[in-house]
């Protein structure tokens, strides 16, 4: 007899209206692919009702969790005779998910599903029609229909005729919020796939393996170096450091000779580095009480991790007053790499002994006359730009700067 979904990922306990959701695949359907190396799941299964998109997103995001993977999808199957307009809202959203250039187009469009011809209406220029059609929208929408329902249908995609510009500003300024979230959203997804499971102590694996691709040592191409003023002002690239005043708060005192991050290039003891800190994350461990702690330095020349695993609470306590977002510290320790499931990092991570609270020197811009520059694609472009010049003008102008040079 066939598993059902909630006996395949037993580990995951949803609530009573997810498990009637998952309970409503037909388990002689249910087809697993697992990529262990990648550690990903795809289900694909048959279901009975619809299920909006939102909810089976959240569930397999839930199931992702409990099994901590790197990615879960579930790809469902639907009795044809339920496709009708209904669904065109969440195909929409289904294509957002999927599509190269797809989010942020359907925000204000009107769609009529007729005949198996859907047609869409989106409030862009011909050019972000066309935009639409290179990155083959119109069929991926097809695909997505054909996978669920088993139903063919012609996808047409047109400018709205009652084109209106403020709209299609509102549009982008949207889009453009949308997009730094997406942003925020994948930085911290990177760092939840960097993640090892908890092990004790602070020390790093000692084995070695075969790199999977070579240390970038930094994305700037020059030499970076740490020069102490008489004054104890230390400048790294763009950042500038005040050590003429530490106060050691963790471990003991240390003389702060800091190298740059770049530079480290090698697993190398007794070092020094400073920085600002980004990325602070606690999260409570596996073991009762116990926490897990990362968070990355940088010093205007590259930046480098840390991770703590199973730190008690007085210990979390006494880092956070110190070690939080936006502070500067210089940090005496040594670097590593972490191995992780037989495969080694490819960067560095750093290791704490001991901690300082140091200042970072705020650059000021003295200038009487303040300038900006505004850079981006107009439809001038032989670019994939959207925007044509005037409304780029006229956008800028709104943000409330007078001295504007374009360049295209």
């Known amino acids: 007899m066939s598993k059902n979904l909630l006996e395949i990922f037993s580990r995951y306990t949803p609530g009573a209206d997810d498990a009637r959701i998952l309970l409503l695949a037909d388990p002689s359907s249910i087809a697993l692919r697992a990529d262990k190396e990648k550690r990903m799941i795809e289900i694909?299964?048959?279901?009975?009702?619809?299920?909006?998109?939102?909810?089976?997103?959240?569930?397999?995001?839930?199931?992702?969790?409990?099994?901590?993977?790197q990615s879960v999808r579930i790809y469902p199957r639907y009795p044809s005779q339920l496709f009708d307009r209904d669904r065109i809202p969440d195909l929409l959203i289904e294509t957002n998910r999927r599509g190269i250039v797809a989010n942020g187009f359907f925000n204000h469009c009107d769609f009529r599903l007729s005949n198996e011809s859907l047609t869409i209406e989106i409030p862009f220029s011909e050019g972000g029609v066309s935009l639409m059609y290179d990155a083959k929208t119109p069929q991926l929408m097809e695909q997505i229909v054909q996978e669920e329902f088993g139903v063919a249908i012609k996808v047409n995609i047109h400018r709205m005729d009652a084109f209106d510009a403020s709209l299609y500003e509102n549009s982008v300024e949207a889009q453009i919020k949308e997009l730094a979230?997406?942003?925020?959203?994948?930085?911290?997804?990177?760092?939840?796939?960097q993640e090892a499971p908890p092990v004790s102590g602070n020390a790093p694996s000692e084995v070695e393996e075969k790199e999977i691709l070579p240390r970038a040592a930094s994305i700037y191409?020059?030499?970076?170096?740490?020069?102490?003023t008489e004054e104890g002002k230390c400048r790294i690239g763009a950042l500038t450091f005040d050590l003429s005043?530490?106060?050691?708060?963790?471990?003991?005192?240390?003389?702060?000779?800091?190298?740059?991050?770049?530079?480290?290039?090698?697993?190398?003891?007794?070092?020094?580095?400073?920085?600002?800190?980004?990325?602070f994350q606690k999260e409570a461990s596996r073991t009762e009480g116990k926490f897990d702690v990362s968070f990355s330095v940088f010093d205007g020349s590259n930046s480098i991790e840390h991770r703590t695993f199973g730190m008690d609470a007085e210990e979390v306590d006494a880092l956070c007053e110190v070690v939080r977002d936006g502070a500067a510290v210089a940090m005496h320790g040594y670097a590593k790499k972490m191995t992780r499931k037989g495969?080694?990092?490819?960067?560095?991570?750093?290791?704490?002994?001991?901690?300082?609270?140091?200042?970072?020197?705020?650059?000021?811009?003295?200038?009487?006359?303040k300038r900006v520059e505004l850079h981006l694609h107009t439809t001038m472009s032989q670019m994939d730009a959207l925007i044509a010049p005037d409304a780029a003008v006229k956008t800028a102008l709104k943000w409330g700067h007078p001295a504007i040079a374009i360049t295209d």
Do not use: C, H, W
């Open 44 to 69: 694909k299964a048959s279901f009975g009702e619809v299920i909006p998109k939102q909810i089976l997103y959240r569930i397999e995001e839930e199931i992702r969790k409990a099994y901590q993977l």
């Open 181 to 193: 979230v997406q942003a925020a959203r994948a930085e911290a997804e990177y760092r939840r796939m």
């Open 221 to 228: 191409d020059e030499d970076f170096t740490a020069e102490i």
């Open 245 to 279: 005043a530490p106060s050691y708060v963790i471990g003991e005192p240390f003389e702060i000779r800091p190298i740059p991050i770049s530079t480290i290039d090698s697993p190398r003891r007794n070092l020094v580095i400073i920085g600002e800190i980004f990325g």
């Open 343 to 369: 495969q080694v990092d490819t960067d560095f991570t750093f290791f704490y002994t001991d901690i300082a609270s140091i200042s970072r020197i705020i650059r000021k811009d003295t200038a009487e006359k």
